[in-house]
């Protein structure tokens, strides 16, 4: 099945969370902000991230997205925030001036990439002598973590099994990833471990509710309502009834400078 971008009916899947704090604080200790004024977010999806970066002191953002679709909701979304503007553009090709970006980040983008080399190249064109390139994804191993009542998404795959193929298939390895970066022309690589808070929940009916819409979760598309149905049970049996709920995810950021 698959998410479609492109469709006004997913416009606000990835609007609907507010980037939090545990995300702001890794960038900043990888990233000399100091020296950033223009920052470029490739496959923004509904900007918030790009409002993210606007809240950490960005002058000038630059959000980039191939769904014409995904832009309306990202302009939506970040009314209010002169700072950020949207163009429609690709990885492979952004429309955007070289040499001219201080801080380029691709967040959640490259596992949907086949070319991981054309996109490098295109993100060593844009960024300026010293600039800092953040690439945030999960690799095979990062998706094999257990669920938990934290890492609600290893649920997806210990209920079917079959996503896994579709998951691990899709994502790169580290070993890829540098490796391309290196041939692009980047030298210094520094790879690191993020345990990122997704959202917290005050209750639990508000994850499943997410979970029934799909919200920001574009695995879930390749289930159909019947298996999404039953899903949502299996996780609502395997959580707590009281409580919060804080969501994480575990990804891998590789940290690169021109």
Not at 70 to 77: D, Q, R
Not at 82 to 97: C, K, M, N
Request: proline content about 2%.
């Amino acid at each position: 099945m698959g998410i479609d971008f492109h469709s006004k009916e997913n416009q606000q899947s990835y609007t609907t969370r507010n980037v939090h704090s545990i995300w702001s604080e890794t960038i900043q200790s990888l990233v000399p902000f100091d020296h950033v004024s223009t920052a470029l977010d490739v496959g923004c999806g509904g900007g918030i991230y790009s409002k993210a970066l606007s809240d950490m002191g960005v002058d000038s953002i630059i959000g980039v997205d191939f769904s014409h679709a995904m832009l309306e909701g990202a302009k939506e979304n970040c009314k209010g925030y002169p700072r950020i503007s949207f163009t429609h553009g690709h990885a492979f090709d952004t429309g955007v001036e070289g040499e001219s970006i201080d801080l380029l980040l691709e967040r959640a983008l490259i596992h949907h990439l086949q070319d991981l080399a054309s996109c490098f190249k295109e993100g060593h064109r844009v960024l300026k002598e010293e600039g800092c390139y953040i690439i945030q994804d999960r690799t095979p191993e990062d998706c094999l973590v257990e669920g938990s009542d934290e890492h609600i998404r290893g649920y997806f795959f210990k209920l079917f099994p079959r996503l896994i193929d579709k998951e691990t298939s899709r994502r790169h390895t580290s070993q890829t990833v540098i490796h391309h970066l290196k041939a692009a022309g980047f030298k210094e690589i520094e790879e690191r471990k993020l345990w990122e808070i997704r959202k917290v929940y005050n209750h639990k009916n508000q994850l499943l509710q997410d979970l029934k819409e799909r919200v920001g979760r574009s695995i879930l598309h390749e289930l159909d309502d019947n298996e999404l149905q039953h899903l949502i049970q299996f996780i609502d049996r395997a959580l707590p009834s009281e409580g919060q709920i804080v969501e994480k995810d575990r990804w891998t950021i590789w940290r690169v400078v021109k």
